[in-house]
């Protein structure tokens, strides 16, 4: 089973940016769409990002298009979420996921099958 863990997540000031990154470790075949979600507290889990294996397509959520990117790097492993004009609404456990093969959305929790254990963003004001 491959495990992910999500790293670079920090108290910044709103309008600032922030690049998280999502490692993965144990059998990787660098073969699965991956995504980033995030999940603010009393709330519901909720897609942000996500990406094909080949990097050919990207989605993102209404609320995060044009502020941030999503990448990977598939010969380290690792996929990152660069967040740029960072707004209080924007603090959440940010998550990422390897989409379940047998799924075919990339906008929904339902989609993805592996999870990391989340890393804290915390927008001030």
């Known amino acids: 089973q491959v495990r992910l863990v999500e790293s670079g997540g920090r108290l910044v000031q709103a309008g600032g940016s922030l690049r998280l990154s999502c490692a993965a470790s144990?059998?990787?075949?660098?073969?699965?769409?991956m995504g980033w979600f995030r999940q603010a507290p009393g709330k519901e889990r909720e897609f942000v990002a996500s990406?094909?294996?080949?990097?050919?397509?990207?989605y993102y959520a209404d609320s995060v298009k044009g502020r941030f990117t999503i990448s990977r790097d598939n010969a380290k492993n690792t996929v990152y979420l660069q967040m740029n004009s960072l707004k209080p609404e924007d603090t959440a456990v940010y998550y990422c996921?390897?989409?379940?093969?047998?799924?075919?959305?990339?906008?929904?929790?339902?989609?993805?099958?592996?999870w990391g254990q989340g890393t804290q963003v915390t927008v001030s004001s």
């Open positions: 990406i094909t294996w080949s990097a050919d397509s990207t």
């Open positions: 996921a390897q989409k379940s093969p047998y799924s075919g959305s990339y906008r929904n929790t339902n989609g993805f099958g592996s």
């Open positions: 144990g059998p990787t075949f660098s073969t699965y769409a």
